[in-house]
């Protein structure tokens, strides 16, 4: 599946969903805050302003409504985040 990435005034488009958003964004350039990489230091976070992610794994970091952990979700349709 093929999916955008929104961030600030950027669309990534034809994102790969195998990969990680923070992937992604790596992939195209795109300087983003982590550390573990791993779900569980929650650096990555980010707001969800519109669309659907998906977890690839389990994560420890909290995720409040609204926010994605981009270390450990890929985009599940075309999405918008904010750092
Ligand atoms: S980089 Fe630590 S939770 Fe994503």
Same mark, same amino acid.
Do not use: H, W
């Given at each position: ?39 569980? $230091?929650? +650096?990555?976070?980010?707001?969800? #302003?519109?669309? /659907? *992610? ?16 981009? $270390?450990? +979700?890929?985009?599940?349709?075309? #999405?918008?985040? /904010? *750092?």
């Amino acid at each position: 599946m093929k999916a955008s990435i929104t961030i600030e005034d950027q669309t990534i488009a034809n994102v790969d969903t195998s990969l990680s958003i923070l992937e992604s964004l790596e992939k195209n350039d795109v300087k983003v805050e982590f550390q573990c990489r791993d779900g569980y $230091c929650g +650096a990555c976070r980010c707001k969800l #302003i519109d669309g /659907e *992610v998906s977890y690839f794994r389990d994560t420890i970091a909290f995720v409040g409504e609204g926010e994605v952990l981009t $270390c450990s +979700a890929t985009p599940a349709s075309d #999405i918008t985040i /904010e *750092v």
